[in-house]
Every structure is written in C-alpha cells, then in structure tokens.
C-alpha cells in the first residue's frame, strides 16, 4: 500500500520545554506608578523640577553631526535640543557615549527616559 500523505499524529509532536525555565532577573525600578519606582540610570533619578519655561533661539545649524565632547558640557543640566527631524524639546543628559547621548526628556507634563545617536542632532543649547 503507497502511503502519499504523512500521518502527523502518528509521530509526537514538540510541545516546547517540558519543565519550567526560570525567570530572567528583573532590574531594581519600574515604571511609575509601578512597586519599583521610576527606572534610573545607575541610581540617576529625572529632574525633579520641570525645564524652563521658554524655549530658546537655536544657535547656528552645524552640517556635521554633533560633537559627542560638545554635548557632555551639558550633562546633568537642562538642555533643548533641535533634531534633523524638526523636532525640539528639553532633555536632561546624564550620559554621553562615543555616538550616543542618553538621559531624560521632558514631555510637556513629565521626565520619561531617552536616549538619541547624536548624529540625529542639528544643535543644542544648555542652561
């Protein structure tokens, strides 16, 4: 007898792992609101303040990306930053690495955490 079809239920089927894998550790911190508390970086909690309240002229436009040594003289103070995008806002830099910044921005009501390659950056100014 010539068989054309294979009978699936005649071969055991994988159910995936049949034993429990434990979980990944979680970091200390949340989200708000949640038992942990607002995320950080390193112990670096937002601002607790909002920024000003004006949003400043934009300096001159550079072609290039921005300087990763540039923008460190803005860490842990209130900084606008204008993107390629169009896009502006006040941001909070707690970190610069070779090509990235990363630290709090504010949304209009609250510090959310954020991080951008500086190479999307036009300009910025600090305070």
């Given at each position: 007898m010539?068989v054309?079809?294979?009978?699936s239920?005649s071969?055991?089927?994988?159910?995936?792992p049949q034993?429990?894998?434990?979980?990944?550790?979680?970091p200390?911190?949340?989200?708000p609101?949640s038992?942990?508390?607002?995320?950080?970086?390193g112990?670096?909690?937002?601002?607790?303040t909002?920024?000003p309240?004006?949003?400043?002229?934009q300096?001159?436009?550079?072609?290039f990306?921005v300087?990763?040594?540039?923008?460190?003289m803005?860490l842990f103070?209130?900084?606008f930053?204008?993107?390629r995008?169009?896009?502006?806002?006040?941001?909070f830099?707690i970190?610069?690495g070779p090509r990235?910044?990363a630290?709090?921005?504010?949304?209009?009501?609250?510090?959310?955490?954020?991080?951008?390659?500086?190479r999307?950056?036009v300009?910025?100014t600090?305070?």
């Open positions: 010539d054309d079809y294979i009978d239920y071969y055991p089927r994988f159910l995936g034993f429990p894998f434990p979980s990944p550790p979680r200390p911190g949340g989200f609101g038992p942990g508390g607002f995320p950080s970086f112990g670096q909690q937002p601002p607790t909002p920024p309240a004006f949003i400043p002229q300096q001159l436009a550079t072609p990306a300087d990763p040594g540039a923008i460190s803005c103070r209130n900084t930053i204008w993107l995008n169009g896009s502006s806002f006040w941001f830099p970190f610069v990235s910044v630290g709090f921005r504010w949304n209009g009501r609250f510090w959310t955490i954020f991080g951008i390659d500086t999307r950056i300009s910025f600090c305070f």
